[in-house]
């Protein structure tokens, strides 16, 4: 059947041996564990934030604390993009 298909010996040979290794390369990288970003967030206790009107000092340290605890929970996710240009506009 070879030789009616102008086909060599070693290069179908050659042909099913790297078919083989890539099999094994795909089952090889199958079995490795998949890559995950982190996902660790700090522990944060969820409640609600509510102002009073009153006026005393009590009402304004529980404000000013829930803000720093929205804060230091959203700060790990805040990305701050600079860019500058020192291209000038061609009139």
Do not use: W
Not at 33 to 58: C, G, M, W
Not at 68 to 84: A, C, Y
């Amino acid at each position: 059947m070879n030789a009616h298909m102008g086909v060599k010996r070693s290069t179908l040979s050659i042909l099913v041996a790297g078919a083989g290794l890539a099999g094994i390369c795909i089952a090889g990288l199958r079995a490795l564990p998949e890559a995950h970003a982190q996902t660790k967030l700090p522990a944060f206790a969820p409640r609600t934030i509510s102002y009073n009107e009153a006026d005393d000092l009590v009402a304004l340290e529980k404000a000013d604390k829930a803000t720093s605890d929205l804060v230091d929970f959203v700060q790990p996710g805040v990305v701050h993009i600079k860019s500058e240009s020192k291209m000038t506009k061609d009139v």
